[in-house]
């Protein structure tokens, strides 16, 4: 168990929908990432937090978004929903967020299925 | 911009046997660090090792090490005495150390790996 965690571990939407995945980073950890991973497209990295502000922007597409709350915990918002947008997508998380003797700890996953 | 080659899809070894898994990667950055996931039929990604590019020494953590060749640009994976818990996917991922990217992981495509009883 690497400390975070992840809801919904599944969901299945329809195409057009929007859906809200929740993290909560380890116990004193500042930064949360969300990566994306899909047959196509593999292992993406989408947008980083630190403390409550973005950090950093990968490829996330424009109807997504995410934040990260007072309380550390983030969530990625994925509106208008398309096929391709199943996949698996994770949150990691780390203490400062690029600090030389950093590790990402990565949460269990939402599996999303889009029909 | 950073990217990583995986050039093995799959990789099988036998049970007690030794398995190097092959990882590349392009960067114009001097300083930078290195890592390796695994991630099982579970789909949790596990940290299996990191290696720091101003570090010459290659990292080991019990049956696993690294290869670590700078001017190659070379990271390979080797796994001794191959368990059955080894199957997995194994993905290479690098990481800057400070600026825009703030840490963002780059992954390579992942290797398959068997472990055959």
């Known amino acids: 168990d690497s400390g975070v965690t992840q809801t919904p571990k599944h969901l299945i939407t329809a195409t057009g929908q929007r859906v809200t995945l929740r993290c909560s980073p380890r116990s004193g950890d500042l930064s949360v990432y969300w990566y994306q991973q899909s047959l196509d497209q593999g292992l993406q990295f989408l947008i980083q937090y630190y403390n409550g502000e973005e950090r950093a922007k990968g490829n996330i597409l424009e109807r997504f978004s995410a934040q990260q709350f007072p309380d550390l915990h983030s969530e990625l918002n994925l509106s208008s929903l398309e096929l391709g947008d199943s996949a698996l997508y994770f949150c990691?998380?780390?203490?400062?967020?690029?600090?030389?003797?950093?590790?990402?700890?990565f949460g269990p996953g939402t599996r999303l299925l889009v029909l | 911009a950073q990217t990583v080659t995986q050039s093995q899809p799959e990789m099988s070894v036998q049970e007690a046997e030794t398995v190097t898994l092959s990882c590349t990667y392009d960067t114009s950055e001097s300083d930078y660090y290195l890592f390796w996931y695994k991630q099982p039929p579970s789909r949790q990604m596990i940290l299996v090792i990191r290696q720091e590019a101003y570090k010459q020494q290659n990292a080991t953590e019990n049956r696993f090490s690294v290869n670590f060749q700078k001017a190659a640009k070379s990271f390979s994976l080797k796994i001794s005495d191959s368990q059955l818990g080894d199957a997995a996917m194994y993905f290479c991922?690098?990481?800057?150390?400070?600026?825009?990217?703030?840490?963002?992981?780059?992954f390579g495509q992942g290797t398959i790996l068997t472990v055959h009883p």
């Open positions: 991922a690098y990481r800057s150390p400070a600026g825009t990217s703030y840490g963002k992981l780059t």
């Open positions: 990691a998380s780390s203490v400062v967020g690029g600090g030389p003797a950093e590790t990402q700890y």
